[in-house]
């Protein structure tokens, strides 16, 4: 929680994000250093004279890596010992939202189902189905279709309609299966699925109290 700001240049120097939150008339400010490769001596060594420029003009700022593959033992022992917390991708994700905790659940929960002797015995019995769009009217391949829509970004929406029986909530069970294991084997480039059955919503009429009390009911109660 906290206002953040981007800086283009300070003390002459770039930065990537800097954070700043205000609780009980105390405020912290920390400048946040974001690293998609590992942070090895080379990082290191560039992190430390850009800290060792902006300090001067920023003395009450906190200093913070966020690497999405890890720190070298030694990189990360120098860091911290100048005062930088030193953070993987994945480790900042889950203080934030444990997403991996839930997605392992619905893995776990979608592999039990499969493995049932009276449903699918733990066998591969879902038939992949076509959808057919409105408007135009094109049948395709319905997972490649909704691959394509996750990665759109315009699109916020997406109402999949179908008789009863005709596979609409094993679809959607099948798709949030794939995208938890993608989440699971690479959170930095692919995001976590919320599936919520519908049948779990009875007196909820906002998105944000059905999404809260989704999540509780999971074991994740401090989800904003």
Do not use: M
């Not at 609780?23 to 974001?34: P, S």
């Not at 800290?51 to 200093?63: C, D, E, N, S, V």
């Not at 203080?95 to 189902?113: R, T």
């Not at 008789?163 to 798709?175: H, M, V």
């Amino acid at each position: 929680a906290g206002d953040y700001s981007l800086l283009i240049r300070s003390s002459g120097v770039q930065i990537d994000l800097q954070i700043k939150k205000r609780e009980g008339g105390l405020t912290t400010q920390a400048i946040v250093e974001c690293k998609r490769a590992r942070v090895t001596a080379k990082e290191r060594d560039q992190l430390l004279a850009q800290q060792a420029i902006a300090q001067r003009k920023l003395p009450r700022h906190g200093w913070i890596v966020v690497s999405a593959q890890g720190f070298a033992a030694d990189t990360r022992a120098a860091l911290e010992e100048a005062g930088w917390d030193c953070v993987t991708y994945a480790e900042l994700l889950h203080e934030l939202v444990p997403l991996d905790s839930y997605v392992e659940h619905l893995i776990a929960d979608h592999e039990a189902w499969v493995n049932e002797p009276n449903n699918w015995d733990g066998r591969d019995l879902f038939i992949r189905p076509d959808i057919e769009t409105d408007i135009t009217y094109e049948r395709h391949p319905a997972l490649a279709h909704l691959g394509k829509w996750l990665g759109d970004s315009r699109g916020n929406l997406l109402v999949v309609l179908g008789d009863l029986g005709t596979g609409k909530t094993t679809l959607a069970r099948f798709l949030a299966y794939q995208l938890a294991r993608s989440f699971r084997d690479d959170p930095l480039r692919h995001p976590a699925p919320v599936l919520i059955p519908l049948r779990e919503v009875r007196k909820e009429v906002a998105l944000d109290s059905i999404v809260v009390k989704h999540f509780r009911d999971r074991g994740l109660p401090g989800v904003s």
